[in-house]
């Protein structure tokens, strides 16, 4: 999933020409499908329950802004606290796995069929057992960020390089000098590509459980919405929901580069999952 | 990733205890969590619309079984329908950016975009576009499990070796014949990579649009039988599914070991 970085452009030295193409070309690609798409709706005057023209949908937005932007809040307190919980979580049962060969060989197979199985299903079950409201949300958010960050922890924690391993043990530092100074510092690549899996995964389960459960959120306005075939609203809401996605990833983003370029460590990693 | 369990030191037991213990350990864990669950709901007589025992699980699941089948079909088709067509037109997609700095410089970026937005949100649009049957959960399937495909695909393809195009080219082999005999085969694991992502999602996409939208289905039946708070029955179908998400998952690793046996090892 997060193999995001590595594909375009691969030079090193990129010209002035260069950026100047890589962000005017998919800039202005995005701007000529908003303008076809304004223009087909138009011309052919589609329905705007079908498909709302994006000037429709930026009125939308200008004109009930107060009252979507009530609605962004809890999603966004969700997302952030889910994503929050799962991290610790996931990081902290990462570091038991690998601290113990036991817990490991016990418990790793069952996580890693988890990361198989549609986990999303289980959310009518949160609701018989929390109820309906922003807790469901929340842990059904938890419940589905929470592996991938744990399974890409786990591998990076492995990750070390034995002989940097073996020169700790043989300048006798303890188990948790090893851990703090190699085997952390190595694997936190890994732990941020969980982590960015983990952001996406946790606004999917916010939102889906808003769209079975909320009686708030932008799901919830979204299938309300849909339900009163207001298009122009659904679309409005999502695009909220992608500037929340966006900036989420972005500060994950962010916080990695600093993090890496604190421990002095390596490029970022693309794709574990 | 299976390489994270066999690493690390292992105690010394007899050699072939040892040898069986990441088989026996896990197997024994999950008993145990078995017994354990249904000790607990025994004992502490929690009752069984909250969490139903084990055993009613499976005796519901035994019950419900043909039920459970007619249910896992149209999920199971939905499922395949979807994976096809975003397998096919992610790896046609991959193919065109691979060969276009122009249609890769224009897309790539926002395919990107697409990959980081919360994309089951557009779920309600299908339903407003297609209406309530299979093909709107299959277009939505296929448009979650479509991008880690594409995204996959290009990452793969950029990532042949260069020395190696280079050396087709001096012995003139044509386009095709190189994209058949170096970039496909140097692609396949990271094509297989993303095609796996892009199976559980297609499950998780169907999964939600008949959350959302139908009459038939597991999803469906999940949703369903927890508004009529028969938990053990949504237990039993959450088993079904979890069974079909694993086959779906082993049928694409399958096909992996095929293919990347077919080109040779690496």
């Given at each position: 999933m997060a193999l995001l970085d590595t594909v375009s452009g691969a030079d090193e030295s990129i010209p002035n020409g260069r950026i100047l193409r890589l962000v005017l070309l998919p800039v202005g690609f995005a701007a000529a499908t908003i303008a076809l798409w304004q223009i087909t709706c138009q011309m052919l005057s589609v329905p705007p329950v079908l498909l709302p023209p994006p000037f429709a949908v930026w009125t939308v937005l200008r004109d009930n802004f107060a009252i979507l932007f009530d609605e962004t809040l809890p999603t966004l307190s969700e997302s952030i606290l889910s994503f929050a919980i799962a991290s610790v979580l996931g990081v902290a049962i990462a570091v038991a796995l690998t601290f113990s060969a036991w817990i490991r060989e016990a418990l790793y197979p069952g996580i890693v069929v988890f990361q198989l199985i549609?986990?999303?299903?289980l959310a009518p079950l949160f609701i018989v057992w929390l109820g309906v409201g922003e807790t469901t949300s929340v842990v059904v958010a938890v419940f589905i960020a929470f592996f991938p960050i744990v399974v890409s922890t786990a591998t990076g924690l492995v990750s070390a390089k034995p002989e940097v391993l073996r020169l700790c043990e043989s300048l006798t530092a303890s188990e948790w000098q090893a851990f703090r100074m190699v085997r952390f510092p190595y694997a936190l690549p890994y732990i941020f590509a969980g982590m960015k899996v983990g952001v996406t995964m946790a606004m999917i389960g916010v939102v889906v459980g808003e769209f079975i459960t909320?009686?708030?959120?932008l799901g919830y306005v979204i299938m309300f919405a849909a339900g009163a075939s207001e298009t122009a609203t659904v679309l409005a809401a999502i695009v909220l929901l992608c500037i929340i996605g966006l900036g989420l990833y972005g500060i994950v983003g962010i916080a990695e580069l600093l993090v890496l370029r604190w421990f002095g460590g390596e490029a970022p990693i693309s794709g574990v999952i | 990733m299976p390489a994270v369990v066999r690493q690390g030191i292992v105690p010394a037991l007899g050699p072939n205890l040892r040898r069986a213990r990441p088989i026996i350990l896990p197997i024994a864990t999950t008993a145990a969590a078995l017994l354990l669950w249904q000790l607990a709901a025994v004992q502490l007589h929690i009752p069984t619309v909250l969490l139903p025992t084990p055993i009613e699980v499976a005796r519901e699941m035994w019950r419900a079984f043909p039920i459970l089948m007619d249910q896992t079909w149209p999920t199971a088709l939905d499922t395949l329908l979807a994976f096809a067509a975003a397998a096919v037109l992610g790896i046609g997609l991959a193919i065109v950016i691979t060969y276009s700095p122009l249609m890769r410089d224009t897309l790539y970026p926002n395919l990107v975009f697409f990959q980081l937005v919360?994309?089951?949100?557009l779920a309600p649009l299908f339903v407003i576009w297609l209406g309530f049957g299979s093909p709107a959960r299959v277009a939505f399937a296929t448009f979650i499990s479509f991008f880690p495909v594409v995204i996959s695909g290009a990452v793969g393809f950029a990532g042949t070796d260069q020395a190696v195009l280079r050396l087709c080219r001096s012995l003139t082999a044509s386009e095709w014949r190189s994209f058949l005999l170096v970039r496909f085969p140097f692609a396949l694991p990271a094509i297989f990579s993303g095609l796996k992502v892009a199976m559980t999602m297609a499950v998780v996409g169907v999964i939600i649009g008949e959350f959302i939208s139908?009459?038939?289905g597991l999803g469906h039946y999940i949703m369903n039988a927890g508004s009529r708070l028969e938990t053990a029955d949504v237990f039993a179908a959450l088993g079904a599914l979890s069974v079909l998400g694993i086959v779906l998952y082993g049928a694409v690793a399958l096909a992996e070991f095929g293919v990347r046996r077919v080109y040779g090892r690496r």
């Open positions: 549609p986990k999303i299903a909320a009686q708030r959120g | 919360p994309k089951v949100a139908s009459q038939a």
